[in-house]
């Protein structure tokens, strides 16, 4: 058995765990990294391009970011603060690109408006509520609203041509919005971290077994996914980053911060469409409502994404189900992750989401045409020929207790930590890697706090994320000048200012 001993292991080499490695080898060049991917190569699970949305998600188009109240009123606080996280994530990215230490801007994020839209008139005046509750605020000022044909025709025309408008339909836009290459995105940090000293990359290895030393330290075993032998890394501080296959290896850790905690996976589709003569009639994201009883990660939407110099439409995504954490994982992930803990919380989740079952049931059970029946409600003259079917990463919603101790199904992201600072993972999906910047500074926060505390961390951090320890929520002036920074610097608005 070979063994080694580094200052920081990375499990996964996806979005989260490339994150938080440039942060810290920022912060303190001298830390000893390692990053260990099961897989062959960096990005090929839910980070890359094709088994994720592209979506720069900052609520300017998402609707299930504004839940309506039984009174009408508009809850705006989701959105204000995922907002406010892309806003601290695009600083750190255009520090990089400042830096030299990201390619060109286009390698991995491109202007795409963000657009929302609507039908039917009780659809229309929620949209109008939620328009004017958020572009009310700074962080979406520029915001627009329509509810004229026309002008709808001009934002996103595949979706108004040879439709029905005697049925009314709205629509909000704001011109900014990104496409982002996240898998580009996480192979270019890693491109950076391997040219630094003390970094090593770890391919097709898989994590065997963890255990935790006396003096805190975390021993864990690999398997050599090229030799079939066995690997010992010995680590300071442990990161688990692995989509879905986080869950497991939190059990494994043995931690009892990860009691109570399961996954329920849900796999995604899409419809895609490369026909020129189609794609280039569209340039948007444009998201729509959920079904009733869907997941919010099958918000429908028809979008425009840039990949590798390559421009396709895909319309989505459509929801499955299957055992598996990851999406080259084994049916038996799920099964796996059956724990007495976690026993009681999964089997109520269960029974209290029966709608969202008979939902995964009836997406699982479409054929092509239904698809694309589905998508005529955005795209009316689509054609069942123009389409083709691609499959999408896996994402494994959590499962926890809530207050009173029942278990709970959780849409979003959440970091779990040992109490000693020595272990961290990400569970969850949505908004995922598009708040990866201040999500891993949080790990930062939680794990490193004694390090954070130095004048020379606090210096480097507000470097890397301007805004950091700041409210971009209350100052708008702040606001701004970050923005026309930010906009610039990544080629999204040259037109943007402060």
Not at 121 to 140: D, G, I, M, T
Not at 182 to 205: P, T
Not at 267 to 277: D, I, M, Y
Request: charged share 20%; hydrophobic share 40%.
């Amino acid at each position: 058995m070979t063994s080694k001993s580094v200052d920081v292991l990375l499990v996964g080499a996806g979005a989260m765990s490339t994150t938080l490695g440039v942060l810290l080898k920022q912060l303190d060049p001298s830390l000893k990294v390692a990053m260990v991917e099961r897989l062959d190569h960096v990005a090929h699970e839910s980070t890359d391009a094709m088994n994720n949305a592209g979506t720069g998600h900052a609520a300017y188009c998402e609707l299930n970011y504004t839940s309506q109240s039984e009174g009408g009123s508009i809850n705006t606080d989701k959105a204000f603060s995922i907002n406010a996280a892309f806003e601290t994530s695009l600083q750190f990215w255009s520090y990089l690109v400042e830096q030299g230490s990201l390619p060109e801007p286009h390698n991995f994020i491109n202007n795409v408006p963000h657009q929302s839209v609507v039908m039917g008139a009780e659809n229309v005046e929620f949209l109008r509520k939620r328009h004017a509750a958020l572009s009310a605020q700074p962080q979406f000022a520029e915001m627009e609203f329509s509810e004229d044909p026309e002008v709808l025709a001009q934002w996103m025309p595949l979706i108004m041509k040879n439709r029905d408008i005697s049925e009314p339909v709205a629509g909000t836009r704001v011109r900014y919005g990104a496409d982002v290459n996240f898998g580009a995105l996480a192979r270019n940090m890693v491109d950076y971290l391997e040219q630094q000293d003390d970094f090593e990359l770890l391919l097709s290895r898989s994590v065997e077994d963890l255990a935790q030393y006396s003096d805190g330290d975390w021993k864990v075993e690999l398997k050599n996914g090229h030799n079939g032998q066995t690997e010992s890394i010995r680590t300071r501080f442990l990161f688990l980053g692995a989509g879905g296959g986080a869950l497991p290896l939190l059990q494994k850790s043995g931690i009892p911060e990860a009691d109570g905690y399961g996954g329920f996976p849900v796999s995604g589709q899409w419809l895609v469409c490369r026909k020129p003569e189609i794609v280039e009639q569209h340039m948007a994201k444009v998201y729509g409502q959920a079904p009733i009883g869907a997941p919010p990660m099958s918000v429908p939407h028809l979008d425009t994404r840039l990949i590798d110099g390559e421009r396709a439409l895909l319309f989505g995504p459509f929801a499955g189900f299957t055992t598996k954490f990851l999406k080259e994982g084994s049916v038996m992930d799920m099964p796996l992750s059956v724990r007495l803990s976690n026993l009681k919380p999964m089997m109520q989740v269960g029974a209290k989401n029966m709608d969202l079952t008979r939902y995964l049931i009836s997406e699982v059970m479409q054929s092509h045409s239904d698809r694309v029946e589905s998508l005529r409600r955005f795209f009316p003259d689509a054609k069942d020929e123009d389409w083709e079917l691609s499959y999408a990463g896996q994402r494994v919603q959590i499962i926890k207790k809530n207050a009173e101790g029942e278990g709970k199904l959780e849409f979003g992201t959440e970091v779990i930590s040992s109490s000693d600072g020595r272990l961290a993972a990400l569970l969850g999906a949505s908004p995922g890697a598009s708040t990866a910047t201040p999500t891993m500074i949080d790990v930062i926060e939680r794990c490193f706090p004694e390090q954070l505390a130095t004048p020379e961390w606090q210096e480097k951090l507000k470097q890397m994320a301007p805004t950091y320890g700041q409210d971009l929520t209350q100052d708008g002036a702040l606001l701004r000048a970050s923005r026309a920074r930010t906009l610039s610097t990544l080629q999204l608005d040259k037109d943007y200012q402060a």
